[in-house]
């Protein structure tokens, strides 16, 4: 069972930046479609971005999409979330994911077979 361990959350200015980090445990990250959601106080958990396995694949929430670049680093085995532009609706909790089967980008969590313990990320007006 892959363990994932996030990291690099904290308290942004809106228009600034952060990286996320989120390390696996096991086999090397290329094997596993990973994905980002977030959960703000008082709503659901969303989709944020996804990269799938082997080829890279990678897909964003429409909120996100030319702000936020999911990559991945096989040597590390890390993928990180990095974050531009941040707004302060972009305030959550952020939880990296891995699915072990299939080779797309899932926008569904209930897909995703692990899940890290979320790291808040704050942005001010």
């Known amino acids: 069972q892959v363990q994932l361990v996030e990291s690099g959350g904290g308290l942004v200015q809106a228009g600034g930046s952060l990286r996320l980090s989120c390390v696996a445990s096991g086999r090397t990250v290329s094997s596993y479609g990973m994905g980002w959601f977030r959960q703000a106080p008082g709503k659901e958990r969303d989709f944020v971005a996804a990269?799938?396995?082997?080829?890279?694949?990678?897909n964003y929430a429409d909120s996100v999409k030319g702000r936020f670049t999911i990559s991945r680093d096989n040597a590390k085995n890390t993928v990180y979330l990095q974050m531009n532009s941040l707004k302060p609706e972009d305030t959550a909790v952020y939880y990296c994911?891995?699915?072990?089967?299939?080779?797309?980008?899932?926008?569904?969590?209930?897909?995703?077979?692990?899940w890290g313990q979320g790291t808040q990320v704050t942005v001010s007006s």
């Open positions: 994911a891995a699915v072990l089967r299939g080779f797309g980008t899932p926008r569904a969590e209930g897909v995703y077979d692990a």
């Open positions: 990269i799938s396995r082997i080829a890279g694949i990678t």
